[in-house]
């Protein structure tokens, strides 16, 4: 199921992609106990974690039932200015009151980008308690897109896409490009929510060629196998669509 939704501006899109996470949490934790929810990098997002710092989010999630991972990560280290770790913890994880074991943060310490995708792997076989070949469900997975329709690092052509059997690879479409590690699509499309927030005109053409399923775009290729797929969008990314 694919639910497009678009809003006037940005600051409405991050409103009402704050509730839609706020409803997912609380009735997966009455559910389940607990839910696990996966964070983009990139600008768009902070408009988001603004939101969740402060208070009715800050006070009345159930934050120390929150399990957050990263959808994808640039292999520097934690405090370095292009870490995503950096950029949710500065944003809003440092205000609220969740448990430092709730995050899942991915181990960049190792020297090769492949080594950081194999110990993150490992973090998420342990903390999900996944037999070999097993593969996560995240309650939500929250993902930007590129203007050239990448998703997570997920890159146009990138050999990342052809993985298979993996939870996690890693990518660098060019020597311009710090190296990083990123769910695979197989990770992303077992979620049971996968929701995109793509704001502002420069990402139109790409949003245009995705809805229209042009499977050259990454952000084409994720399909929930089960679960639903949410577009928080504003009118400039979405145009008279
Ligand atoms: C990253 C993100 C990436 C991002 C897009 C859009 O690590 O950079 O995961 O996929 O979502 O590049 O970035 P903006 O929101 O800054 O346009």
Not at 27 to 54: D, M
Not at 146 to 166: C, I, W
Not at 187 to 212: C, E, H, M, P, Y
């Amino acid at each position: 199921m694919r639910i497009i939704t678009s809003y006037p501006d940005d600051s409405k899109l991050f409103a009402a992609a704050a509730k839609c996470l706020a409803d997912l949490s609380n009735s997966a934790v009455l559910e389940f106990g607990r839910c696990v929810i996966a964070l983009p990098g990139g600008n768009t997002p902070r408009g988001l974690f603004r939101l969740l710092a402060k208070d009715p989010y800050r006070s009345a999630l159930p934050w120390s039932k929150l399990h957050f991972y990263w959808g994808d990560e640039r292999c520097v280290p934690r405090d370095h200015p292009e870490s995503n770790y950096k950029l949710a913890y500065d944003a809003f994880l440092s205000s609220v009151a969740i448990p430092e074991s709730n995050l899942h943060i991915v181990p960049v310490e190792g020297s090769l980008p492949s080594e950081v995708a194999q110990a993150y792997e490992q973090e998420i076989q342990r903390s999900f308690r996944l037999e070999p070949g097993e593969f996560p469900q995240f309650d939500l997975i929250l993902l930007g897109m590129g203007a050239d329709g990448h998703t997570a690092s997920l890159f146009p052509g990138g050999p990342e896409l052809d993985v298979q059997n993996r939870l996690v690879t890693w990518s660098q479409p060019d020597l311009s490009f710090t190296p990083r590690v990123t769910f695979t699509l197989e990770t992303i499309n077992q979620a049971k929510n996968v929701s995109f927030l793509v704001s502002g005109i420069a990402k139109a053409a790409a949003l245009g060629r995705v809805l229209d399923g042009d499977e050259s775009l990454p952000a084409a290729l994720v399909k929930p196998r089960e679960g639903k797929l949410m577009f928080f969008v504003d009118e400039e990314a979405v145009g008279s669509r």
